[in-house]
C-alpha cells in the first residue's frame, strides 16, 4: 500500500519536471524536426531553426538527413577532440553534427561492408563544399592508418585544393563558389582505412573562362598565377602580375578581392602539385594552357574592307603559339577562317569579326573545359589505390542545388534537372527503406501521400519527346534553327504537360509572368521560367573543327590527350551538352542507386555572407526548393521515432524497477515492462519485431524528461553509494590506525610498569639492606635508608611538636637517628672550632664502643646500680709522667669510669665534673677537669679515637651545657690541689705526642686541609 503510494508520487513528480523540462527546450527547439508537433507547418520549421540557429546550432536532424545552416563564421564545432567525440557514438546519443553523419556512415560501411553516399546540396554558399572538407577530415583524422598509406590519405585531401583552384570562383554569392559538381569516392580496406579515392566532375561551367558578371571572377588557379607566381615562370609564360591587364579577367572589375589571398592560396597549391605526383614537365605544360588562355583573351581582331576578322597585332599569336606547340600562322589562320566541307573538298573562307571573337572564346573555353577534365582524371591516377583486394566506398556528392534567378538559361536548366532527378532517388530511397522497414517489423503500412516527380523528368529527359531531345533536334536539324523555334518546338511537343507553360500556353492570369522567350517548368520544388535565348548554342559548345584540327597537332602533351585526332576522324556528331550532361547524370544515379544513401541539406542563412543574420523569406525559399518540408512529411507518415529494443531498453531502463540495473530476458519483453510501467497509451506506440515505434514526438519527449529527473535520483544514489564507501574506507582506515596506536601505548605503558616494578624491587631491596646495616657508618649500604628515616622523622614531626613553649619533650627519633641529636650536640661544640670536624660528620656515632662482654665483670658488678651509657677505649695519660696507658672510659648516668681491666682507676661523678677540654687540632686529646675541692684525684688526661663521639656522649649525660672548652696552643690541668701541667698542641709533618723539657705534654697533629 504504502510502496504504491510512493510510486505515484514518483510519477506525478515525473511529469511536473517533465513541463518545465519541455519550457526549457523549447528555447532551443528539438534537434530533430520529425520531433516537431507542427510537422506539417513551415513555419514551425522555420521558427526551429531559427531558434536554433540564435544559439549557433547550425545542425538539425530530419531522421537521418542533415540541415546545415551556414553560420558564416568560425564556431569551433571543427575540432579533434570534437571528432573523437563523435566516433563510435550512437546516431542520436549527441547533438546533429556533420560529423555523426559522416561516422554512422564509415560504422554502416565496417560492420556491413557496404558501400554508402553522402549527398550534400543547397544553393550555392550554403556550405557544401564546406561540409564535404569536413567529412573528408574527420575520416582522415578518425579513420585508422598506417605509415604506408598515409601518402593515400594527404592526396586526398590535397585534391581539394588543386581543384578548387582550377574549378572554384568568386562569385556574388560565394568566394569560393564551386563551378562544378563534384563527385568523390573514398575507398577503405577492409581494415576501414581511407586506401585510394575517385573523382568524378559534372558540368564545368566554362563560359566563365571567356566572360564573368560584374563583381565577380574567374576560375581562380589565373590570379594565383599570377601572383605567386615565380618571376622566371611568369617570364617563360610571357605573363605579367597586374590581373587588370588581361581581358578574361578584368571583365567583373573585381580581380583583386581582399577576401581573397591569392599569393597564399598559390603557396597551398603548388605544395598540392608536388603531393600529387605533378611533374615539372606537367606542370610547365599545364600552366603553358593557363598562361595561353589569357593570351588568347588579349587578342584583338580587326575587320578589314571585304569585313573579314584580321588580327593586326600578333604579339599574343606568337605566345599562344609557343606555349601551345602550334605553328603561329596556323593558329593565325584558324582563328580568322572557317573550313568548310564541300562534297569532295575542303574550302576555307573567312570569318566575320564576331565569328572570330566566338571561334577565340570557344577555343578558350573547350581548352580549358578538356584540360579541367584532364586534371581529374590526372588527380584521380595518383589516387587509385593498386591493391585489388576489396574496398567499400562512401562517395561525396558536391552538387549545385536547385537554381531560381531572375534569368534562368541552360545552365540553371541542366541544374535543376539534375535535383529533380536527386530528389526522385531520395524519395524512393526513403519511401522503399520505410516500407521495407514497416514490412521487415511486421507492421502494417500506412500509404503516404507525396509527390513522385518521375514525370518531371520524364518531360526533360525522356527519348525522342523530352526537351532534351527536342533540343538536340533542333540543334542538327537543317535550316535556320534558333531558340524561337526551339520554344516553338517545345510548344508543339510538349505543351499538353501538366507541368510545362509558355506565355502562348497559359491563362489569361499566367501570361503576364512569362516573356515570349521563355518557358516555365512547373519543378517539384516550385516553378522557375527558363529564357531560351542561349539554348541552342550552349548546347552544340562548337569549336570550329579548323581549331580542332590545330589543336590535336599540339606538341603540349596535355592539349594532345584532350583533342584526340580520333575525334576528327569520326564524322559523326559529338553529343550534345545536354545529351552530355544527361548521360553522366544517369551514370552518376547508377552509381548512387547501389550505395546507401545519407543526406545533407545545406542552408544559407542570408545573401550578404553575414554571420547571425536569419532572412526568414530567403531560407522558406530554400526550404521550399530543397524540398524538405516533403522529406519531413515522408519520414514523419507513420511515425515519428523508431529504436531498436536493445538502444531503447539500455537508454531508458532506469525508468522501470523491473528493467533497472539489468534486465535479463528478451529486450522486447523489457520494452513492453518499461512502457507498461510509465504508462503509454496504446494508440502511442507500435511493437515491431526487432524495434518499438513511438507515433508522437511528444511521447518521446515525456520519456525523455522522465530519464533525466531519474539521471539525478540515480546521480544521488551512485554519489551516496560511492560517498559511503569512501567513509568505509576510511573509517577502515582509522580504526587500524587506532588499533596500532593502542597496541603501542599499551606496550609503552606495559613496559613503563615493569620499569617501575624494577625499581620498586631495587628500591625495597635497598631499604632492606639499608635496615639490615642501618647501624654502620654511613655507607652507600645505608646512606639512602638512613635519610629516608630521617626525612620520614621530620615529616612526622609536623604532628607532635611541642605543646607549649615549656614543654620541652620531642617526638623520640627511632634508633638511627638519636645519632642525630648527638651530631647536633657535637656540632653546637665543635663546629669550626676544631680541625677534623667535617670529616667526623658521616661518622655515626655508635652506642657504644665496648660491649658489655669486654667489660670486666668485677667491674660490671661495682656499677652495676648504675646503667652503663657508654664506652670507649682510651689512652690515659698519668698526670705526672704523661705515660700512655691502655683505659676503659665507661660512662654511666651519673659519673665517668676510668678502668683498668678489674680496677676503677677513677670515678668522676658528674656533679664534680667542671668542664671538658680538647684541643683545636686533629688530636684526639680530651682532659676531664674536675673539682679541686673534691676529693678527686685530679684532671684525667685521655686520648681517644673517638673524640666527638665520646665528648659529646659525655655532655649529654652530664646535662650541662658548655663545658667544653676547645682551645689553642696549650692548656692548663689540675694534677693536685695547688698543682698544674700542661699540655701544648703543635703541629708538625707527622703525630707525636711526648714529654718536652718543660716537662709539658705536647701533642703534635698533622694539619690537614679540610
Ligand atoms: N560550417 C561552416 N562554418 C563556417 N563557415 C562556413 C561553413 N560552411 C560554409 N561556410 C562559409 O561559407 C562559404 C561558402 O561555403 P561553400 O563554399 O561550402 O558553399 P557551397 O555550398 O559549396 O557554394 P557553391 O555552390 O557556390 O560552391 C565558405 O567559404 C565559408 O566561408
Ligand atoms: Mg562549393
Not at 560584374?214 to 615565380?230: D, K, M, P, S, V
Not at 614537365?281 to 588568347?296: K, P, Q, R, T, Y
Not at 601505548?745 to 631499604?767: D, H, M, S
Not at 670507649?872 to 681491666?901: C, H, M, N, S, W
Request: proline share 4%.
Amino acid at each position: 500500500m504504502m510502496e504504491s503510494k510512493k510510486e505515484d508520487v514518483r510519477r506525478k513528480h515525473i511529469r511536473l519536471h517533465m513541463e518545465g523540462a519541455l519550457t526549457a527546450r523549447d528555447k532551443v527547439g528539438v534537434q530533430d524536426f520529425v520531433l516537431l508537433d507542427a510537422y506539417t507547418s513551415e513555419s514551425a520549421f522555420v521558427d526551429n531553426l531559427r531558434k536554433r540557429f540564435n544559439e549557433n546550432l547550425i545542425y538539425t536532424y530530419i531522421g537521418t538527413l542533415l540541415v546545415s545552416v551556414n553560420p558564416y563564421q568560425e564556431l569551433g564545432i571543427y575540432t579533434v577532440s570534437q571528432m573523437e567525440l563523435y566516433q563510435g557514438v550512437n546516431f542520436f546519443e549527441l547533438p546533429p553534427h556533420v560529423y555523426a553523419i559522416a561516422d554512422n556512415a564509415y560504422r554502416m560501411m565496417c560492420s556491413e561492408l557496404n558501400n554508402h553516399f553522402i549527398l550534400i546540396s543547397g544553393e550555392s554558399g550554403a556550405g557544401k563544399t564546406e561540409a564535404s572538407k569536413k567529412i573528408l577530415q574527420y575520416f582522415a583524422v578518425t579513420c585508422p592508418m598506417t605509415q604506408s598509406l598515409q601518402i593515400a590519405r594527404d592526396r586526398l585531401l590535397l585534391s581539394n585544393p588543386v581543384l578548387e583552384a582550377f574549378g572554384n570562383a568568386r562569385t556574388l554569392r560565394n568566394d569560393n563558389s564551386s563551378r562544378f559538381g563534384k563527385y568523390m569516392d573514398i575507398q577503405f580496406d577492409f581494415q576501414g582505412i581511407p586506401v585510394g579515392g575517385h573523382i568524378i566532375s559534372y558540368l564545368i561551367e566554362k563560359s566563365r573562362v571567356v566572360y564573368q558578371n560584374q563583381g565577380e571572377r574567374n576560375f581562380h588557379i589565373f590570379y594565383q598565377l599570377l601572383a605567386g607566381g615565380e618571376e622566371e615562370r611568369l617570364a617563360l609564360l610571357g605573363l605579367e602580375r597586374d590581373p587588370q591587364l588581361y581581358k578574361y579577367l578584368s571583365q567583373g572589375h573585381c580581380a583583386k578581392e581582399s577576401s581573397i589571398n591569392d599569393k597564399n592560396d598559390w603557396k597551398t597549391v603548388s605544395n598540392a602539385f608536388s603531393v600529387i605526383d605533378f611533374t615539372e614537365a606537367d606542370l610547365e605544360n599545364l600552366f603553358g594552357i593557363i598562361a595561353s588562355v589569357l593570351h588568347l583573351g588579349n587578342i584583338c581582331f580587326e575587320e578589314d574592307d571585304q569585313g573579314c576578322a584580321t588580327i593586326p597585332d600578333t604579339h599574343e599569336i606568337k605566345w599562344i603559339a609557343k606555349l601551345l606547340g602550334v605553328h603561329p600562322a596556323v593558329l593565325l589562320e584558324a582563328l580568322t577562317h572557317r573550313k568548310i566541307e564541300a562534297k569532295t573538298e575542303e574550302v576555307i573562307c573567312p570569318l566575320t569579326l564576331e565569328l572570330s571573337v566566338y571561334a577565340r572564346d570557344a577555343m578558350a573555353k573547350a581548352v580549358y573545359g578538356r584540360t579541367f577534365t584532364w586534371l581529374v582524371n590526372k588527380i584521380n591516377s595518383s589516387l587509385v589505390n593498386k591493391d585489388f583486394t576489396r574496398k567499400t566506398v562512401i562517395g561525396l556528392l558536391d552538387i549545385y542545388g536547385f537554381e531560381v534567378f531572375d534569368k534562368n538559361g541552360f545552365e540553371q536548366f541542366c541544374i535543376n534537372y539534375c535535383n529533380e532527378k536527386l530528389q526522385q532517388l531520395l524519395i524512393e530511397r526513403t519511401l522503399k527503406a520505410e516500407q521495407a522497414e514497416y514490412e521487415m517489423e511486421g507492421i502494417e503500412w500506412e500509404p503516404i501521400k507525396y509527390f513522385n516527380n518521375k514525370i518531371i523528368c520524364d518531360l526533360v529527359e525522356e527519348r525522342h519527346k523530352g526537351i532534351i531531345s527536342i533540343l538536340d533536334e533542333e540543334c542538327i536539324r537543317p535550316g535556320p534553327a534558333t531558340d524561337l523555334s526551339f520554344l516553338e518546338k517545345l510548344e508543339e511537343k510538349v505543351g499538353t504537360h501538366a507541368h510545362f507553360e509558355t506565355r502562348k500556353l497559359a491563362g489569361p492570369t499566367g501570361r503576364k509572368r512569362i516573356g515570349w522567350m521563355e518557358f516555365r517548368l512547373l519543378h517539384y520544388a516550385g516553378e522557375v521560367t527558363y529564357c531560351t535565348k542561349g539554348f541552342l548554342e550552349k548546347n552544340n559548345d562548337l569549336l570550329y573543327r579548323h581549331l580542332k584540327e590545330v589543336l590535336c597537332k599540339s606538341k603540349n602533351v596535355i592539349l594532345r590527350e584532350c583533342f584526340l585526332l580520333a575525334e576528327l576522324e569520326n564524322r559523326r556528331r559529338p553529343p550534345t551538352v545536354g545529351t552530355q550532361f544527361k548521360n553522366s547524370l544517369s551514370s552518376l544515379l547508377e552509381i548512387l542507386i547501389s550505395k546507401e544513401p545519407s543526406y545533407i541539406r545545406c542552408i544559407k542563412p542570408n545573401d550578404r555572407k553575414e554571420p547571425s543574420k536569419f532572412d526568414d523569406f530567403l531560407i522558406r525559399h530554400q526550404i521550399k526548393y530543397l524540398g524538405l518540408m516533403e522529406h519531413l512529411r515522408v519520414r514523419r507518415a507513420g511515425f515519428a521515432y523508431r529504436r531498436k529494443y536493445e538502444h531503447f531498453l539500455q537508454r531508458y531502463k532506469s525508468l522501470c524497477p523491473d528493467t533497472w540495473p539489468h534486465w535479463h530476458g528478451p529486450p522486447a519483453e523489457g520494452v513492453e515492462r518499461l512502457i507498461n510501467y510509465i504508462g503509454y497509451k496504446p494508440e502511442e506506440y507500435k511493437l515491431g519485431k526487432t524495434k518499438i515505434f513511438i507515433r508522437f514526438p511528444r511521447t518521446l519527449f515525456a520519456t525523455e524528461d522522465a530519464l533525466e529527473f531519474c539521471k539525478h535520483q540515480l546521480v544521488a544514489r551512485i554519489q551516496a553509494t560511492y560517498k559511503s564507501c569512501l567513509g568505509r574506507k576510511e573509517y577502515v582506515k582509522k580504526r587500524q590506525a587506532a588499533i596500532k596506536l593502542e597496541a603501542h601505548w599499551r606496550g609503552a605503558l606495559a613496559r613503563k610498569a615493569i620499569q617501575r616494578r624494577k625499581w620498586a624491587v631495587r628500591i625495597i631491596r635497598k631499604f632492606i639492606k639499608g635496615f639490615i646495616n642501618r647501624n654502620k657508618p654511613l655507607c652507600p649500604d645505608n646512606e639512602e635508608f638512613i635519610v629516608f628515616v630521617r626525612k620520614n622523622y621530620i615529616l612526622n614531626l609536623r604532628y607532635h611538636l611541642p605543646k607549649t613553649v615549656l614543654d620541652k619533650s620531642w617526638l623520640r627519633p627511632p634508633g638511627i637517628l638519636e645519632n642525630m641529636q648527638q651530631k647536633v650536640v657535637t656540632s653546637e661544640i665543635f663546629r669550626g672550632r676544631k680541625d677534623g670536624y667535617t670529616e667526623s660528620l658521616n661518622q655515626p656515632f655508635a652506642n657504644s664502643r665496648i660491649n658489655e662482654g669486654d667489660i670486666n665483670p668485677k667491674v660490671l658488678q661495682l656499677i652495676s646500680h648504675e646503667k652503663i651509657q657508654y664506652g670507649v677505649p682510651v689512652i690515659k695519660y698519668d698526670r705526672k709522667g704523661f705515660k700512655a696507658r691502655q683505659r676503659q672510659l665507661i660512662l654511666t648516668q651519673k659519673a665517668a669510669y676510668v678502668v683498668e681491666l678489674a680496677k676503677i682507676k677513677q670515678k668522676i661523678e658528674y656533679s664534680a665534673l667542671k668542664g671538658v677540654s680538647t684541643s683545636n687540632l686533629r688530636d684526639g686529646i680530651l682532659v676531664i677537669h674536675v673539682s679541686p675541692d673534691d676529693k678527686q684525684k685530679g684532671d684525667a688526661v685521655l686520648q681517644c679515637g673517638h673524640m666527638f663521639e665520646a665528648v659529646t656522649k659525655l655532655v649529654m649525660l652530664v646535662k650541662k651545657e658548655n663545658i667544653v672548652n676547645v682551645v689553642q696552643g696549650s692548656l692548663q690541668f689540675f694534677i693536685s690541689p695547688g698543682k698544674e701541667g700542661t699540655i701544648v698542641f703543635d703541629t708538625g709533618p707527622e703525630e707525636q705526642i711526648y714529654k718536652n723539657k718543660n716537662g709539658q705534654l705536647t701533642v703534635v697533629s698533622v694539619r690537614r686541609k679540610s
